[in-house]
């Protein structure tokens, strides 16, 4: 096969495929948008911001929004002996109360990122270290981090990967 002969089939065939392949689109995965709001937590509304603000820069299959009407998310703020918590489902609906005692110990950011990690889907894990946001008050009052992993982000990924879909559960109380 002389090298013109080569070019011409190469050409040839990148003719035929170009049509075939230039109409077939990848779609975006979908985001799955969850409304919060803060106005129950007054307190925290930057807390509350800057914890969502983390979220948002860890996942996108999910994207957390504020709103003062339609939230299926609300933060609350009060006294609670066994301090903060998530009432919710694990996809984006219910309440997350932060109590005024722990937000004086531990890192207020810390604590609202972790509590919507809950409504995000995920469970404690408290033995984990100070890099792992779930541990929640598990390392200590030191641990400022109030980021997701890449595990944890990764996981909210794929549970939110077909947007909205129940994980079974039912809604439950998760202090931590």
Not at 84 to 108: E, L, N, P, R, V
Request: overall charge negative; some cysteine.
């Amino acid at each position: 096969m002389s090298k013109k002969t080569f070019v011409t089939g190469a050409v040839a065939l990148a003719a035929a495929i170009l049509p075939l392949t230039a109409g077939m689109a990848t779609a975006a995965p979908a985001v799955t948008t969850v409304y919060y709001d803060a106005s129950g937590a007054p307190s925290f509304a930057s807390a509350i911001s800057s914890g969502a603000a983390n979220w948002n820069s860890s996942v996108s299959n999910v994207q957390l929004r504020p709103s003062s009407s339609g939230a299926s998310l609300r933060y609350v703020e009060g006294n609670d002996p066994q301090g903060s918590y998530a009432d919710t489902d694990g996809h984006g609906t219910g309440t997350i109360f932060i109590d005024y005692t722990q937000a004086k110990q531990y890192d207020i950011v810390r604590i609202t990122a972790h509590e919507t990690g809950h409504a995000l889907g995920l469970p404690d894990h408290y033995e984990g270290p100070c890099s792992e946001l779930m541990s929640g008050g598990g390392p200590g009052t030191s641990c400022h981090n109030a980021k997701p992993n890449s595990t944890e982000a990764s996981r909210v990924q794929s549970l939110w990967a077909n947007g909205l879909v129940s994980n079974g559960v039912g809604t439950q109380r998760i202090y931590g």
